[in-house]
């Protein structure tokens, strides 16, 4: 009873001052919109009109028939036609076209020919991202009119990107930024909250109240749940509104979800504030901590395409369980039930930093 | 363990490293008393405090406080301790009557009761103007009327206030000690360290520290009666001069300026004190008289910590 009300107590305590904080006040709400906007209109990994340049040594009705398909797809923007491969591979260094299409003499002869490749694609391959592009372009099915018949072409192989079939960039980024920005907020409040209160001499008239090391870490990380979810409901309508990001699945499961991963970080930001001795140091353990958390959590880069390393250390990140839940949830219309074993992973991982953090808390000096 | 002691302290010990922050010291702090404990920075006296009050472990030694035990079950004893710490601990970014709850709610004080009793101490700690005043914002004297309040909020037993004064003026200061008083004569055992000498004068019992050791332990009429030495008070047009002239007499331990006045300390071994400082300055061409006198809280700190150091070399 009086545990309760003590733990009331400092849960009040908290509310009060954070209202009283304008600048992490101003994080709560800025932060997220700030971390959208970047994200949705900055980044792009939607590849269209690639500058490409072509020599066309056939000059065959085949080929300008080819030749139009190509631009048909938009992918690629033909701003010249060169006469040599020379020009071509010219052009390419200077950087004036990514793509270089090179047409033979015998196209016509080659397309029946399923051994002999038909059109050499000469691609830029400093940018990881057109390298990609490029590549499915080669599977782009040769579907003339006057499609030679008979010829296996094994390697058109068609590509239909499901659930997003537009292929636009935020879809894919929102999900996975409600759990970068979660991890950067939820972590940094947490982190600095103990050690701001030993930096301000607070905690030596805590810990010589009666109050318990779980009620003080307790009170100190209920309101930042609430703050947490209000920020998800920020970026999930700020998603919706600017880029029409869909939330196919349940919300009350992306809630559950996203309650469970708030703990999580919580937890972390709470371990580290009982580890370090000032507010500097604990922003700097949080950056420590967020850099993986954007680059190893399949949010920047696929996850199955890292090294076995980076795969490991990616899985004992929350956030890379947490990008799992949001894409399946939002995207793929997954039921929570599922994804169980992502959940499972962040209910574990809260309770083990939680336990952490009150093992290092002790209400000591020394 | 004697009833009428608050306090008990059987050879408590402190080391951070090689640093001996306090070394065996034993302590007995009467019930219902103003115990004080007068030494220099870095004496002892915060290490101390917070090992009575749980936030230390102690190295060596053990102390009974309030019947408890220490080191032990801190836990049972914090409702019945109230502590102010050296730094101001409030919260800054919250008012003061907001901090006056969050520690009534803290303790558990009885809910139906809790805002009579910040009432009641708003009026008695004169803090009903800066009722609704955020903490961070206010005086030192003000903080630290905010503190004691927060501190007595919960009517603990007893009352360990590390340094309240340092940041004060002197008219807030001989207010707070109106309150000290006020507070030990309803019973509640007041132990506070200081560094200043007409603090450690009103106090009913003191223990001098110094370097970790308690050199001086008694009343402050004990203290002074029993230093050791003469004190012989010089007064004359140069003073400088009488102190160069004075400095180098083997027998003299020490020689402290106070204004136009010297106080010169002298052994107790020695039969004719007033005689011996007449001759070295005449030997020097000073003309000044020369007279013994009582000694005060500051003569018994000199001879005291000048003892030590001995010790110590």
Same mark, same amino acid.
């Given at each position: ?13 908290? @509310? ?26 900055? =980044?792009? %990994? ?124 935020? @879809? ?8 970068? =920005? ?14 701001? &209160? ?32 209000? /920020? ?45 001795? %000032?507010?500097? /140091? ?13 680059? $190893? ?22 956030? %890379? ?22 959940? =499972? ?22 | ?26 302590? &007995? ?91 009641? $101490? ?21 903080? /630290?009327r905010l503190a004691l309040a927060c501190a007595v909020l919960h009517h603990p037993e007893l009352l360990l206030l590390d340094e309240p004064t340092s940041a004060v003026d002197p008219q807030s200061r001989r207010d707070f000690w109106s309150n000290l008083f006020r507070l030990a004569e309803s019973g509640t055992t007041i132990m506070v360290s200081t ?47 009488? /102190? ?70």
């Amino acid at each position: 009873m009086n545990s309760l009300s003590r733990l009331f107590a400092i849960i009040k305590k908290e @509310v009060r001052q954070l209202s009283r904080d304008r600048l992490t006040f101003g994080m709560v709400v800025g932060l997220p919109i700030m971390q959208i906007l970047l994200f949705g209109y900055a =980044i792009n %990994t939607d590849v269209r009109n690639l500058r490409t340049a072509i020599a066309d040594q056939s000059a065959t009705h085949l080929s300008r028939q080819f030749i139009a398909e190509l631009a048909e797809t938009q992918v690629v923007d033909i701003v010249s036609f060169v006469d040599t491969p020379n020009v071509l591979e010219a052009k390419l260094r200077k950087g004036d076209v990514s793509v270089g299409v090179l047409i033979p003499a015998d196209f016509d002869r080659r397309v029946t020919d399923s051994a002999r490749a038909a059109v050499q694609l000469l691609v830029d391959g400093s940018d990881p991202t057109i390298l990609a592009v490029a590549n499915q372009l080669s599977a782009m099915p040769l579907g003339f009119d006057t499609m030679v018949a008979g010829k296996p072409n094994a390697a058109n192989i068609e590509v239909r990107p499901y659930y997003n079939p537009e292929r636009r960039t935020p @879809v894919n980024i929102v999900p996975g930024l409600m759990g970068v =920005i979660l991890t950067m907020t939820m972590m940094l409040f947490t982190a600095v909250a103990i050690v701001r &209160e030993r930096e301000r001499g607070n905690l030596e008239l805590l810990i010589n109240t009666p109050v318990s090391s779980a009620e003080l870490m307790i009170g100190k990380v209920v309101p930042y749940i609430v703050i947490g979810l209000i /920020q998800i409901a920020l970026i999930l309508l700020v998603g919706w509104l600017l880029f029409d990001v869909p939330v196919r699945g349940s919300i009350v499961d992306l809630y559950i979800a996203a309650a469970l991963f708030v703990a999580a970080n919580l937890a972390l930001g709470l371990f580290i504030s009982t580890a370090v001795s %000032t507010q500097f /140091q604990a922003m700097q353990m949080t950056v420590f901590f967020l850099l993986p958390s954007i680059l $190893l959590s399949g949010f920047m880069f696929p996850f199955d395409g890292m090294p076995k390393l980076a795969q490991y250390i990616g899985e004992v990140l929350p956030n %890379t369980h947490f990008i799992r839940l949001t894409r399946g949830i939002m995207l793929r219309e997954a039921s929570i039930t599922e994804l169980a074993s992502e959940l =499972i992973f962040l209910a574990v991982f809260t309770t083990i930093a939680m336990i952490a953090a009150g093992l290092r808390f002790s209400k000591r000096l020394d | 363990m004697n009833a009428n002691l608050a306090i008990e302290a059987r050879g408590l010990s402190k080391y951070f490293g090689d640093l001996r922050a306090v070394s065996s010291l034993d302590l &007995e702090v009467p019930r219902g008393k103003i115990y004080g404990f007068l030494g220099p920075n870095g004496s002892g006296k915060s290490t101390t405090i917070r090992m009575l009050c749980g936030l230390l472990t102690p190295t060596e030694g053990d102390a009974t406080v309030l019947g408890t035990v220490i080191p032990g079950n801190s836990k049972a004893l914090r409702p019945k301790i109230g502590y102010m710490t050296q730094k101001f601990s409030l919260f800054g970014d919250m008012s003061v009557f907001e901090n006056l709850q969050f520690i009534s709610e803290i303790y558990s004080y009885p809910a139906k009761d809790r805002s009579t009793r910040i009432g009641e $101490l708003l009026l008695k700690y004169d803090l009903r103007d800066q009722r609704d005043q955020l903490a961070g914002t206010m005086s030192g004297g003000q903080k /630290q009327r905010l503190a004691l309040a927060c501190a007595v909020l919960h009517h603990p037993e007893l009352l360990l206030l590390d340094e309240p004064t340092s940041a004060v003026d002197p008219q807030s200061r001989r207010d707070f000690w109106s309150n000290l008083f006020r507070l030990a004569e309803s019973g509640t055992t007041i132990m506070v360290s200081t560094h200043y000498m007409d603090e450690a004068e009103r106090c009913h019992r003191l223990a001098i520290l110094d370097r970790g050791v308690k050199v001086a332990d008694g009343t402050p009429q004990q203290l002074q009666a029993s230093t050791g030495m003469h004190i012989v008070e010089v007064v004359g047009e140069d003073p400088y001069a009488a /102190q160069a002239a004075l400095i180098d007499v083997p027998e003299i331990v020490s020689v402290t300026q106070l204004g136009v006045r010297l106080r010169v300390l002298i052994p107790i071994s020695v039969s004719d004190p007033t005689s011996l400082v007449l001759q070295a300055l005449a030997q020097h061409r000073v003309s000044a008289a020369a007279e013994v006198t009582h000694a005060t809280l500051e003569d018994v700190f000199v001879a005291v910590t000048l003892k030590s150091a001995e010790r110590v070399t």
